[in-house]
């Protein structure tokens, strides 16, 4: 698994502070990052940065999460 490098954490992070996301929450946010990150790693999407999202969530579906991990992740 992908580390998360310290310039998007930092963003990441801000954008969460910004949010006001529980501090229970932000370790969920964080590991689908990470699960992002590394789908984008690992897969060529060719099209808008949406489409990397759907393709992530397709891919969380053929894994069997729940809807409600699917939801989280998005």
Same mark, same amino acid.
């Given at each position: 698994m992908l580390t998360? /490098? $310290?310039n998007i954490l930092t963003s990441?992070? %801000?954008i969460l502070n910004k949010r006001a996301v529980a501090p229970a929450q932000r370790a969920d946010d964080k590991k689908w @990052? +990470?699960?992002f990150l590394d789908f984008c790693a +690992?897969?060529?999407v060719t099209a808008a940065r949406l $489409?990397?999202?759907r393709s992530f969530i397709d891919? @969380? &579906?053929e894994? &069997?999460?729940t /809807? %409600?991990?699917q939801e989280q992740a998005a």
């Open positions: 998360i /490098p $310290d990441f992070e %801000a @990052l +990470r699960y +690992r897969h060529t $489409d990397y999202m891919k @969380l &579906r894994k &069997r999460q /809807p %409600a991990h």
